[in-house]
Nanobody, 126 residues
Framework: QVQLVESGGGLVQAGGSLRLSCAAS????????LGWFRQPPGKEREFVAA????????YYAESVKGRFTISRENAKGTLYLQMNSLKPEDTALYYC???????????????????WGQGTQVTVSS
């Protein structure tokens, strides 16, 4: 069956960096639009970034634009999120998600995705 496994979360000081990874199995990775979402404590899940099959098209949430970079390695079946200049408000449980459809505006909507990882915690201290 399809599995998405996130890693790379942790505790970091404000201004620091982390790189999240999401390893996929049980699917033809290059056929999937991929996204990162996050859920801050006590809040709803929110969109962070999404990337098309080949990496040619990308969306970012305004709150992370210029600080976060999404990328993928189809040969390795892995999705990444490089997070720089982290802020306390970036503290959240981060999820990767996969959807077998052509990249479009729905990539920013969580219900569009059919497969989810279990999440990795990112905590940014001030």
């Amino acid at each position: 069956q399809v599995q998405l496994v996130e890693s790379g979360g942790g505790l970091v000081q404000a201004g620091g960096s982390l790189r999240l990874s999401c390893a996929a199995s049980g699917l033809t990775f290059s056929d999937y639009t991929l996204g990162w979402f996050r859920q801050p404590p006590g809040k709803e899940r929110e969109f962070v970034a999404a990337i098309s099959w080949t990496g040619s098209y990308i969306y970012y949430a305004e709150s992370v634009k210029g600080r976060f970079t999404i990328s993928r390695e189809n040969a390795k079946g892995t999705l990444y999120l490089q997070m720089n200049s982290l802020k306390p408000e970036d503290t959240a449980l981060y999820y990767c998600a996969a959807g077998a459809w052509r990249f479009n505006v729905r990539a920013m909507s969580a219900p569009s995705y059919t497969h989810w990882g279990q999440g990795t915690q990112v905590t940014v201290s001030s």
